[in-house]
């Protein structure tokens, strides 16, 4: 089957650095996201996607396998997305790798690095003055290696420009369903997490873990809640009124929230409006008046303040991009 156009969006050719030691997890949620072949049902964008290394030919995993990469480095001078896949012994990274990155974010590619691969982008001076993250494990010697990063050690994702930085693991999809969702909408964003059957969307100030246990609770999780709020967007979402339906106090419920969610209620029940409202815009007509309600805004004002600091554009300029 041919490959479908790529719809309103920059990103049509999708490059993948590899080096030995590659993370096999992480290489794999870069894959899963961008390497889809089209599906009618979902009508997703097919992407050029390319996987190369420095000397093509086999490089070794993690994993204890290796892999038959037949592509150099000579792909990502047309790439719009380069991705560095994360690697064991990132310290001993492939110098040839440095002056590509720097000459795809010189010509205004999107890049993107994934744990131990966000140090790569510092040797290429892309961290120099820029909000980035890494692992956990590794957010000190980010922060002493490269002095001039804005390192934020307790998030999932950050973008910052065209650079985004993914913490490690499992947030490389979340850094991923990010993009997806900037360059082509909540409703393709939602489509593609659903096929790899995971949250469309978890915010990219989430905590990387998060504690659980707070023992003035008897609840085990508040799974519940948050569904129920997704599923009442329109209704005072207070935290006095969620605790008091939810018989909690409102600072025990709302130190149970962040404990869960790494968030306060205000700033995740804003998250999930802005997606309902996303969603609204691309696939109804109704004036963005009407969507303020049901989404719980109340009026327009408000549903434009929120929505262009979250996404960075109006309302009406994320219709006029994402409309069905």
């Not at 093509?56 to 790439?79: C, K, M, N, Q, W």
């Not at 997305?81 to 010509?107: I, N, Q, T």
Request: hydrophobic share 40%; net charge negative.
């Amino acid at each position: 089957m041919s490959k479908v156009p790529v719809p309103r969006s920059g990103i049509r050719k999708v490059v993948v650095i590899v080096q030995d030691g590659v993370e096999a997890f992480g290489l794999g949620t870069i894959v899963e996201v961008w390497n889809e072949p089209y599906h009618p049902e979902d009508d997703n964008p097919v992407f050029d996607f390319v996987v190369c290394t420095p000397k093509p030919g086999v490089v070794t995993s993690s994993g204890g396998f290796s892999l038959l990469v037949e592509h150099g480095l000579e792909e990502v001078a047309d790439a719009d997305l380069v991705c560095v896949a994360p690697k064991r012994g990132f310290r001993d990274g492939s110098p040839e790798v440095v002056p590509v990155l720097r000459a795809a974010y010189e010509r205004g590619a999107q890049i993107f690095a994934h744990c131990s691969g966000v140090f790569i982008l510092g040797e290429a001076g892309l961290l120099e003055g820029r909000r980035c993250t890494t692992h956990w494990r590794y957010v000190d010697e980010l922060c002493a290696t490269y002095e001039d990063a804005k390192v934020d050690c307790d998030v999932l994702y950050v973008q910052d420009g065209t650079v985004t930085t993914g913490a490690g693991s499992a947030a490389g999809l979340d850094a991923a369903l990010h993009l997806m969702r900037q360059q082509f909408g909540a409703r393709v964003a939602a489509a593609t997490a659903r096929r790899m059957v995971v949250p469309p969307h978890r915010d990219g100030g989430q905590a990387q873990y998060i504690a659980r246990a707070v023992p003035e609770v008897d609840a085990e999780t508040l799974g519940p809640v948050l569904s129920w709020i997704t599923e009442n967007l329109g209704e005072d979402l207070s935290v006095d009124t969620l605790a008091r339906q939810h018989h909690m106090s409102p600072r025990t419920f709302a130190r149970r929230f962040r404990a869960e969610t790494g968030t306060t209620p205000h700033q995740w029940v804003t998250q999930q409006r802005v997606r309902a409202a996303e969603e609204l815009l691309e696939l109804t007509d109704h004036p963005v008046e009407w969507i303020a309600t049901e989404v719980g805004f109340g009026n327009a004002g408000a549903l434009r303040h929120h929505f262009t600091r979250v996404r960075g554009v109006s309302p009406q300029q994320y219709r006029r991009q994402f409309a069905c």
